[in-house]
């Protein structure tokens, strides 16, 4: 299976703009100082995500993006598929040409799981994650990073 950076940096994205939206509008450079993922690489992704109507951009001194529905309404799944990364355990991307051009032996055993693992992400949501423990200690922690570093330029 391949679940590439793309994916993964969008729904770690996602997060940090979940757990701080209260906030109100966060900035990419915000998302990428606490997350450590490259501000050009964030852009690309904000722009796939803001097609798909996952995130809303707010102009101006203070903006930012914010999400664009509630937490408890995007999905892990929604976020990986708006940023065009798809998760396949095939060897054939799902074209069922893996072997000489034919279906393999285990072609839908492999599709079968990639169903399974998109199934599983659809029922995690951004608000599910925000509320586990560990994912708190980790903003928390990220936060508390960003706040001393900040304090020692001053």
Known sequence: MRLTTRGRYAVTAMLDL???????????????????????????????????????SVRGPGGGYRLARVSDEINVAEIIDAVNESIDATSCSGKGNCHSGDVCLTHHLWDDLSHQIHRFLSGITLDSLMHQHEVQLVALRQSELIDVNVSQKI
Do not use: M, N, T, W
């Open 18 to 56: 979940a757990l701080h939206g209260d906030k109100g509008p966060i900035s990419l450079a915000d998302i990428s100082q606490r997350q450590e993922i490259s501000l050009s690489y964030l852009e690309q992704l904000f722009a796939k995500l803001r097609q798909q109507e996952l995130v809303s």
